[in-house]
């Protein structure tokens, strides 16, 4: 099996969600403006269903990408020759973490 479909799927992915999470933003930054500055008329009313509509589908696509990401993960962790290295990462300023993950896959190590 080749993994590497898998991997660009879920680097795919994850850019997808980003996208969509910045429409609910967007939604979110449009809804705060008509509230204080439009008149409700009817153009406003359409503007807001059509977000309402859209934002609503952005939730629903974000849970299913991310339900496919994770069956995604199962078969590259399963499948993926790894190559496990250890590092520190940084969480905040004081706080450093040990992480062991795969160069290759770029998955966490599991126990
Ligand atoms: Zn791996």
Known sequence: MDIFFYIEMKKRNEILIKQLEETITSYNDIMSCINE???????????????NDLCEDCEYQIKQ????????????YENCKHNFITDIIDIDPEKEKTICY??????TKRD
Do not use: P
Request: proline letters at 0%; hydrophobic letters at 35%; aromatic letters at 12%.
């Open 37 to 51: 500055n439009c008149e409700y008329t009817y153009s406003t009313v359409e503007l807001i269903n059509f977000y």
């Open 65 to 76: 990408v991310n339900i496919m990401n994770k069956s995604n993960d199962t078969i590259i």
């Open 102 to 107: 795969c160069t290759v896959c770029e998955l």
